[in-house]
Structures are given as C-alpha cells and as structure tokens.
C-alpha cells in the first residue's frame, strides 16, 4: 500500500494498493479498481480516495525476484495510469470522479502512460539488472523500440475488428444470424475465417460494462498519444507540462466534457495525427 502526498503541501492526499502476482481466488488479469471515490464531504473537506492495481505479473521465485517482461511493465504502467485518474480527481461529486469519465475516453489516461516505458531517460532510472545492477543497455532499448511497431498494421486491424464485431452486435436485432456477421466482419482483419469457430464466445468485453464500447480502446489511444505529444515536444519528464496534464485532465474526472479537457491541456482542438504518424501513416 502506498500513501500519496501533494508535493506542493505535503499533505496526504490518497492511497493505492497493488496486488500484482497471481494468487487463488483474485482476479485474472490486470486491471484497477476504485475502492473509495473521491468526492467533497458536507463540511467542506475531502473525502480521500483509495484505489488498487490487481496483477498477474511473473511471480518472484526462491532465488530470483519477480522480473517483469516489458510487456508486464507496459501493463503495470497503463494500471497505474488508471491509479492516476482516480487518486487525484478533485470533484465535487463522487458520480463524476476519476475514471468516471465518458467510456471512450477511460482509456486515453492509461494508455498514454505506455509511452513512458518505450522513453530511454525513463527506462534507465529502474530497468536494472537484478544481480549487477547494471542499467539496461542503450543498444537493447534501441532495438526494441526499433521493433516496437512490428506488426501494428496486423494488430490495429484486429482492434478495428473487435470494435465493429462489438457495434454490429448489439445493433442486431433479434433472430439473425450471428454466425455469418462474425464471418463478416472478420474480413476486416484480412485474415480468413476459421470454419466452426464463434469468436464472441471468448470476448468478455462483449458485455459488463464495455457493451458496445470497446472501440473506445481505439478511439482513447488516439486522445492518449495526442496528449502525449505535448510530453513529447516539451519533456517527457517535464513538470510544467505533468502538472497541466494533472489539473486539465485528470483532476476533473467526469466533471466537464473529455473534449473541454482536451482542449485545455492541449490549446487546441484534438486531432488524430500523432496516431497515425505512429502507425507509420503521413499525417493527412
Ligand atoms: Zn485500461
């Protein structure tokens, strides 16, 4: 468990927990979960927040400490920008705070956060070796960056895939075939369809809680990396720009519109070029 504290006062303000291995009886993936939401109390004060981080990373085993895969670090990074969100909101309303934001927006405060762990004067402040403590090496960083978007084209087409299956579902009215709107959609993924196989069986966004939102994974990562941009531009490490980051976008939760957030943190209207210019695609 973990106390956060304003810097600028001292003061405590939350708390967050994190449960990060795999245990019996605890939830199976990664995800984080508001435990206390903030809001004002009647007599004017705060009510703290608290919030924890579930996990299932590599366990540490009797001769070695847990050692994360990057992946695992990308994940724990994203968990962590959900933490964010929900220990530092500020709203009146505890229906409005932190993660309480619009469903395709949720995600854009947790997936900026992955580019954090892909930033080379990030990296080498805490991936170190764990017998030597040696800082990872530049020349490692630099190649998985350099294959950091193998395959995105491939990857991205299936998240298009899975936000259309998702819409066409629920827009379905009762009686038609599932099986052949499966089929059709997955063309969108290039690949072939398997015969015999039913997709949806396995997706749990499907239903609680995501129904018919999960192209907002997509439509957040958008808002996520023109964000990050300004980082960016002005210093992934940059103060100034975390602390507008932390009152424009995160302390506001619900409160106001994820756009009226955006275009305060940003001076102006969002646009999707930082995605593309990602994904290898000119800006239009
Ligand atoms: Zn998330």
Do not use: C
């Amino acid at each position: 468990s973990y106390t956060v504290s304003d810097s600028a006062t001292g003061e405590p303000i939350a708390t967050f927990h994190m449960d990060l291995h795999p245990r019996r009886g605890t939830f199976g993936h990664a995800a984080a979960f508001p435990l206390i939401r903030t809001r004002q109390l009647p007599d004017g004060s705060r009510q703290q927040p608290e919030a924890a981080i579930v996990a299932n990373f590599t366990r540490p085993t009797t001769d070695k400490p847990s050692l994360l895969q990057h992946h695992e670090v990308e994940t724990l990074f994203h968990e962590f920008g959900h933490i964010l969100h929900q220990v530092l909101s500020r709203t009146e309303l505890a229906s409005f705070s932190g993660t309480e934001v619009e469903r395709d927006f949720v995600e854009a405060p947790s997936q900026i956060m992955e580019h954090w762990t892909w930033e080379p004067e990030i990296l080498e402040q805490f991936a170190r070796h764990h017998e030597s403590g040696e800082p990872i090496p530049t020349e490692l960083i630099d190649s998985m960056v350099a294959v950091r978007r193998l395959n995105q084209a491939v990857a991205t087409l299936r998240q298009v895939q899975f936000g259309k299956l998702d819409l066409e579902l629920h827009r379905t009215a009762p009686g038609r075939d599932l099986d052949s709107i499966v089929a059709e959609v997955e063309k969108v993924s290039l690949f072939p369809h398997h015969e015999g196989t039913f997709f949806p069986a396995s997706f749990g966004h499907l239903l609680g809680g995501y129904d018919a939102g999960y192209y907002g994974y997509l439509w957040s990562e958008v808002y996520g990396d023109d964000m990050f941009s300004r980082f960016s531009k002005e210093g992934v490490r940059s103060s100034e720009v975390g602390a507008d980051y932390r009152r424009e976008i995160l302390e506001s939760g619900g409160s106001r519109d994820a756009l009226d957030h955006l275009r305060a943190f940003l001076g102006r209207d969002p646009e999707n070029g930082a995605f593309l210019e990602k994904l290898g695609i000119p800006r239009p």
